[in-house]
């Protein structure tokens, strides 16, 4: 049958702003969450991890913050670069799964000039 | 240290044929984990091997098959090829007790 693509969610930001992006997570026992990007023609580049014992944290430029209560992960990205334009994924893992990460649908980020 | 690195980038297959994939870790890595890309399914585990074990498979079928070398590198191989095994295929390494993993750039198999 015809593949359909994956229709991506878009976020549109002008350079210099803050953005946010989401992910909601699938599993109550994932104890470990992962961001990635990942640029056209290349592979997910890791950005940031956060372990279920944690709500927050925070690296250079990005901040991660994990809601296990509604199972929701979000990135924050601060002063927005036009080489921060690629699509972001969250992964998530859980004890006893080991080396398999499970993959959200991803968000386009586009950052304007 | 030198990242994870995947042997060919490109590839195109005609159905019915076979390929075989390689990945080195990044140094000191022992696990290595693949993955199927595609618009239509998105990113999805296939296996994961470490110190020459495979502890985990995702659901593929059977055609799909990968083994892991003493030192670390891994391959895959894809069997009697379909037109829809076309797909960006991700090799990523991990210290594998815990932590992230670390994707190599890819081949892309184009299966005509």
């Known amino acids: 049958g015809e593949s359909v693509g994956l229709h991506l969610p878009t976020l549109s930001v002008q350079e210099g702003d803050n953005s946010i992006i989401n992910c909601a997570y699938s599993n109550s026992a994932s104890d470990y969450f992962i961001w990635y990007k990942q640029e056209s023609g290349k592979g997910p580049q890791f950005i940031i991890d956060?372990?279920?014992?944690?709500d927050k944290r925070q690296g250079q430029r990005v901040t991660v913050l994990l809601n296990k209560t509604v199972k929701h992960l979000s990135l924050q990205i601060a002063a927005t670069q036009p080489g921060d334009s690629a699509v972001y994924f969250c992964a998530e893992n859980w004890a006893g799964s080991q080396g398999n990460l499970i993959f959200g649908k991803g968000t386009k980020l586009s950052v304007k000039p | 240290k030198a990242g994870v690195t995947q042997t060919p980038r490109y590839l195109i297959k005609t159905r019915g044929q076979q390929v075989t994939l390689s990945c080195s870790p990044i140094s000191g890595h022992r696990s290595v984990s693949w993955y199927q890309q595609t618009p239509g399914q998105g990113l999805q585990f296939l296996f994961e091997y470490f110190s020459e074990t495979q502890r985990n498979k995702g659901n593929f079928p059977g055609r799909f098959s990968g083994r892991q070398f003493s030192n670390s590198r891994s391959e895959m191989n894809v069997s009697t090829l379909e037109l829809g095994d076309s797909a960006l295929y991700l090799c990523?390494?991990?210290?594998?007790?815990?932590?992230?993993?670390?994707f190599g750039p890819g081949t892309r198999l184009t299966v005509t």
């Open positions: 956060i372990r279920s014992n944690m």
């Open positions: 990523a390494s991990s210290p594998g007790t815990s932590g992230g993993q670390y």
